[in-house]
Structure formats: structure tokens, C-alpha cells
């Protein structure tokens, strides 16, 4: 079905009377989803719809921003989540362990793998290395060479590693979405980890976001302009916004620098976006499905200056 909100409401009622054990998908569609079948139903668990329900594979987005979401209409400390490393050029990566996040990159599915520092990525020195030789803890861009025909292809994600004996990685971020505008090297992981750690605090709930550099103007410092989409938004969006920059500081110390004394960046500036804000972009763009994410760190000012006028 190519129409996505009449392939929802299918999806829905093709499920919600069949005996659903698992679920896999990408989080931010798959939370769409789940909601649709909630109220459709009337109820506030899945469980109550769904007594078998013992697991969800997710992959494709970084699964940290909606975890809490998850939990409050998956209410049992026993359910199972699971994340896979997936993409239409090839299999890359599974969690194998219930006690950890970490990745466990496959090195027997037909792709011989090479990486870019990131530190050198684009740049004159950039340099390309086999696995052999990467360093636990250091962001590499990822290349693969395939048995199906890609030669030294750039898959757009970037890595970090987190053990070389297995090769265990985190999924960090995408070469293209991340803001280095200023030197301050904010990077998705650092991003999400940080919004994470604040909603937590402020007991809000995120739905999606995106953020942009505001650029020097004469002797006006830099700053990042964030648009975030609340399901449960904060009662006091300045403290929010106060406990986010510490956070991101904390995080990043390039961040941490850049803010020091408002050398060269300014505290963020935060707008809360209106309902279904970034659904109705996308719908706008005929990018509604699993397949398409919002560009969530930009270092031009395209997405957030559309959707900032799409949010008056």
C-alpha cells in the first residue's frame, strides 16, 4: 500500500485480533504504530492487547530517545529489547548479550569492512584503515566492500568501538548529521545521550528533534538552535534548557570548550515544536514510513529554517 496513513490503520486492524509475540521495526514508526493500536483499542498496555508480547528487535534510529515511551506502554521489567544493525546493503551488527547495548559486528555475512577516523574525515589527511586497526573508544566513518558488488562504499553511519577481541561496537552517529560549525564536534550519540539524561529529570517526553547551528553575525557569538517535539513536554523550559547545556558540556568536552565563558557559543536556544510537527514534514515530502528519519544535527540551516516555518 503506498498511502502510509491508510497502510497504519491496516496494519492495525490486520493485528490487534492475532496472538503478536514480537515486533521489529524502527522505533519512531513503530511507537506511531503502537499508539494507533492503543487507541484504536482503548487501552493504555499492550499487554492488555497482547498477552504473549516478549520482545521488540529495533534498529535504524537510536533507540535512547524513546526508551521511556516504550516502557510506559510496555509496563514489564521482563520484556526484552533488542537492538540489530541493519541496512539494504548488507547486515552488519546484532546486541547478543541481554546485560549490554553493545554490538556485535558480524564478520562472516560478506562484507569486508574498512573505516575513516573522524577526526580526519573529508580532510587532507583522511585516511582509510582496515579493522585491524581500529582503537576502542575512537568515531569512525564505515566503508564496505561486499560479495553482492559495492566497492568501498561510505554506508553514512559512523561507529565507535567499544571491545576489539570480539569487535564490539555503538552505533554513534551519521557522517552527514552531525554540527561542527564552530569546532564543537556534537556528534547524534552526544546529542541523544544528553536528552535522554535531562528528560529524565524533567520527567518529559520527547517525540522527535532536530537542531542547526545559528551562525556568527558581526560580533554576535554562535549557538545551536534546537526544535523539539514533546509528547510530555517540560513544565520549565529555560530549566530544561539549562540542564541540557550541562549535560551536552559534559558529554563533549569540544562542546564544553566552545561554551566556555560563551567564548564562541551562546547557551541553546530551544523552540518546542507543535503536534505531529516533523510527521507533517515528512508527509510534505512524501517521506512517511520506516524507511526515512528526520535529519536530526544539520550544519546548514536547510531543514530546521523549513520546519521552523512550518511550525508558525
Known amino acids: 500500500m503506498s498511502d502510509w496513513e491508510h ?67 510496555l509496563p514489564k521489567s521482563d520484556f526484552k529489547y533488542y537492538e540489530i544493525y541493519n541496512a539494504s546493503e548488507g547486515f552488519f551488527a546484532i546486541q547478543d548479550k541481554n546485560d549490554s547495548s553493545e554490538l556485535l559486528l558480524m564478520l562472516d555475512y560478506g562484507i569486508f569492512y574498512e573505516f575513516i577516523p573522524m577526526e580526519t574525515y573529508t580532510s587532507s589527511q583522511q585516511r582509510i584503515i582496515p579493522l585491524s586497526e581500529v582503537e576502542i573508544g575512537k568515531n569512525y566513518a564505515v566503508l564496505i566492500t561486499t560479495n553482492a558488488g559495492l566497492w568501498r562504499y561510505k554506508i553514512g553511519d559512523t561507529v565507535r568501538f567499544t571491545s576489539i577481541n570480539p569487535y564490539r561496537i555503538k552505533v554513534s552517529g551519521r557522517t552527514k548529521h552531525h554540527i561542527n560549525v564552530f569546532g564543537e564536534e556534537l556528534i547524534i550519540e552526544n546529542a541523544e545521550e544528553a536528552l535522554k539524561n535531562v528528560c529524565k529529570k524533567t520527567k518529559a517526553e520527547i517525540v522527535d528533534f532536530t537542531a542547526a547551528p545559528i551562525f556568527m553575525k558581526g560580533k554576535e557569538k554562535g549557538a545551536h538552535e534546537w526544535l523539539i517535539e514533546f509528547k510530555k513536554p517540560p513544565k520549565d523550559i529555560n530549566l530544561f534548557n539549562e540542564l541540557f547545556d550541562n549535560a551536552l558540556k559534559s558529554l563533549n568536552s569540544d562542546y564544553e570548550a566552545k561554551r566556555y565563558n560563551n567564548i564562541t557559543l551562546n547557551k541553546p536556544t530551544i523552540h518546542i515544536a507543535r503536534r505531529q510537527l516533523f510527521y507533517d ?29 512550518l511550525n508558525k
Not at 36 to 47: G, I, M, P, Q
Not at 282 to 309: A, C, V
Open 7 to 73: 497502510k497504519m490503520q491496516a496494519i492495525v486492524d490486520e493485528t490487534i485480533n492475532e496472538n503478536v509475540t514480537s515486533l521489529a521495526g524502527v522505533p519512531s514508526w513503530m511507537l506511531v504504530l503502537l499508539n494507533n493500536v492503543l487507541e484504536t483499542t482503548d487501552k493504555t498496555s499492550l499487554f492488555d492487547i497482547w498477552p504473549n508480547l516478549e520482545v521488540y528487535f529495533h534498529g535504524g534510529v537510536s533507540f535512547t530517545p524513546y526508551q521511556n515511551q516504550y516502557k510506559t506502554i
Open 281 to 309: 514534514w515528512l508527509k510534505l515530502h512524501n517521506k512517511l514510513g520506516g524507511q526515512h528519519k528526520i535529519p536530526r544535527l544539520s550544519n546548514t540551516r536547510d531543514y530546521i529554517d523549513e520546519l521552523l516555518e
